[in-house]
């Protein structure tokens, strides 16, 4: 079995794009030293944890030979309620949550590397590894970065999920040139960022990221600034919607009402969002996020109001 029939296997599994890099310090990873740095990450504070890890992916595993960047599509149709709130497209709320399914996939990909090289030992990274996953991508030739920050793979774009595989395998390692960054003289992200938190080309300000604030933030949003969500309630995918690079779709009602979900008890949400993307944020913040789009703000505050008397 040959690395194309490695590359092939990912493919029928689903993936859109598979390559291979060696383990250095990933390319990009002076700008990100430098951007973490300066941006405040809030709740995010991990990525600021193990800055040796993430310069040196040798220290992830023994023996590391081959690093393999997987690229895994999600759809262009974001999902949306009957009464036109949405969600952001890679909560794929009618599926497992992404981290799991990728983790069986990236199983059966080992499995294979196994049987080609018996020694090997292989590590799967879905998210949770300190590794700068985009730039060890840029490496392996399955994409380039765009100037909102986001993984682009030639022929299909931004909406993909990212994992890799570390291996002490030995693959042969072609020497690629980086993907020709296809951007050019566009703005479209930049310009339409609501928030401003895209404030220059490859540069995110994550402190006033609606994917961040609705998400990841344990704290309510700013009430200016969720005057900026539009009718999304967890994540923002603008920056990525009016990327030349995107296939652009119709919304899917995949989702309860407005209403629905503001009723739900935690064991609804359990039985209707369990093991989702939905589960990071939580059934509070989701509710907490939709109250503060109410075209109402004094009956969103009310509502917190009465989350917070609940919860203490
Ligand atoms: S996800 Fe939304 S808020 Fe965040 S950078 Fe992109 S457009 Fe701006
Ligand atoms: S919107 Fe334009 S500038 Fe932004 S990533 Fe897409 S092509 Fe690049």
New binding site residues.
């Given amino acids: 079995m040959t690395d194309q029939d490695f590359i092939d296997r990912a493919k029928e599994l689903g993936f859109i794009a598979a390559g291979f890099s060696k383990p250095k310090t990933p390319i990009y990873f002076d700008s990100f030293l430098h951007w973490i740095k300066e941006v405040k990450v809030g709740h995010m504070a991990y990525l600021k944890r193990n800055i040796e890890l993430r310069k040196d992916p040798q220290r992830l595993l023994e023996g590391l030979n081959t690093i393999i960047s997987l690229a895994y599509p999600y759809p262009a149709s974001k999902p949306s309620t009957p009464d036109g709130y949405t969600v952001s497209r890679y909560s794929t709320p009618q599926q497992q949550d992404y981290h799991l399914r990728l983790k069986g996939l990236g199983e059966k990909l080992c499995k294979l590397i196994k049987e080609m090289f018996p020694e090997g030992r292989s590590r799967i990274c879905v998210d949770s590894t300190p590794i700068l996953e985009r730039s060890l991508a840029v490496t392996s030739g399955i994409g380039f970065i765009?100037?909102?920050n986001?993984l682009?793979v030639p022929g299909h774009g931004s909406y993909c999920f990212l994992a890799e595989i570390l291996t002490t395998a030995q693959f042969s390692i072609p020497s690629l040139k980086e993907p020709e960054n296809?951007?050019g003289s566009?703005?479209?992200?930049?310009d339409s960022c609501p928030t401003g938190a895209l404030n220059a080309p490859f540069y995110i300000d994550v402190s006033k990221c609606l994917s961040y604030l609705t998400v990841e933030s344990k704290t309510d949003i700013d009430k200016r600034v969720a005057g900026k969500m539009g009718n999304t309630f967890f994540g923002c995918d603008i920056?990525q919607e009016?990327?030349?690079?995107n296939r652009r779709d119709f919304p899917t009602i995949s989702l309860p009402s407005k209403d629905s979900i503001l009723a739900m008890t935690e064991m609804d949400f359990e039985r209707t969002f369990g093991k989702t993307a939905f589960e990071r944020a939580g059934l509070k913040k989701l509710k907490r996020n939709i109250m503060m789009l109410d075209p109402k703000p004094q009956q969103g505050r009310a509502f917190i109001n009465k989350l917070d008397t609940a919860e203490s």
């Fill in positions: 765009g100037k909102n986001m682009i296809r951007c566009c703005t479209e992200c930049i920056c009016v990327c030349p690079l």
